[in-house]
């Protein structure tokens, strides 16, 4: 199934399956703040992290929504997400694909959500930003 969806799809399901909650409490900001990320990923570091947006979004344990235990998969991976939020995940995804999408956390190119315990890789590091209910941080040094 997952063959089937295109790099806009992807990346759509994934701001989707990571921040469509943030739409009510911030606005686009929130979407925008997790395609950054992927972004920056792919433009930082593609030799790790992907050659494409598509292979960054679903390198596995790295977006927890594709995570095989995650409560998110099984509708990211239905035929017919169709709701308003979906709708603004693939607009800012077609954006960030166009080359046309903003950067709003500041080079970041890792995130969490502020309500969960810190993962080890956040321990002792500095965020950059926070954006609704994620905490950003820049892990990569730009080569």
Same mark, same amino acid.
């Given at each position: 199934?997952?063959?089937?969806? &295109?790099?806009?799809?992807?990346?759509?399901?994934?701001?989707?399956?990571?921040?469509?909650?943030?739409?009510?409490?911030?606005?686009?900001?929130?979407?925008?703040? +997790?395609? &950054?990320?992927?972004?920056?990923?792919?433009?930082?570091?593609?030799?790790?992290?992907?050659?494409?947006?598509?292979? +960054?979004?679903?390198?596995?344990?790295?977006?927890?929504?594709?995570?095989?235990?995650? %409560?998110?998969?099984? #509708?990211?991976? &239905?035929?017919?997400?169709?709701?308003?939020?979906?709708? #603004?995940?693939?607009?800012?995804?077609?954006?960030?694909?166009?080359?046309?999408?903003?950067?709003?956390?500041?080079?970041?190119?890792?995130? /969490?959500? +502020?309500?969960?315990?810190? %993962?080890?890789?956040?321990?002792?590091?500095?965020?950059?930003?926070?954006?609704?209910? /994620?905490?950003?941080?820049? #892990?990569?040094?730009?080569?």
């Amino acid at each position: 199934m997952i063959d089937t969806f &295109s790099d806009a799809d992807i990346v759509a399901r994934t701001l989707y399956g990571e921040a469509r909650g943030e739409v009510a409490k911030v606005g686009l900001i929130g979407l925008e703040a +997790v395609a &950054s990320v992927i972004w920056n990923r792919w433009r930082i570091q593609p030799s790790y992290f992907g050659q494409t947006p598509r292979e +960054v979004c679903l390198k596995p344990y790295q977006f927890s929504c594709w995570n095989k235990n995650d %409560p998110n998969l099984k #509708l990211l991976l &239905s035929s017919n997400i169709t709701d308003e939020t979906y709708s #603004l995940c693939r607009m800012i995804a077609e954006e960030f694909l166009a080359s046309r999408g903003e950067d709003v956390v500041n080079g970041s190119d890792h995130y /969490h959500a +502020v309500w969960l315990s810190p %993962p080890s890789w956040a321990l002792e590091k500095h965020p950059v930003i926070d954006v609704g209910t /994620h905490r950003f941080y820049r #892990l990569i040094s730009k080569k």
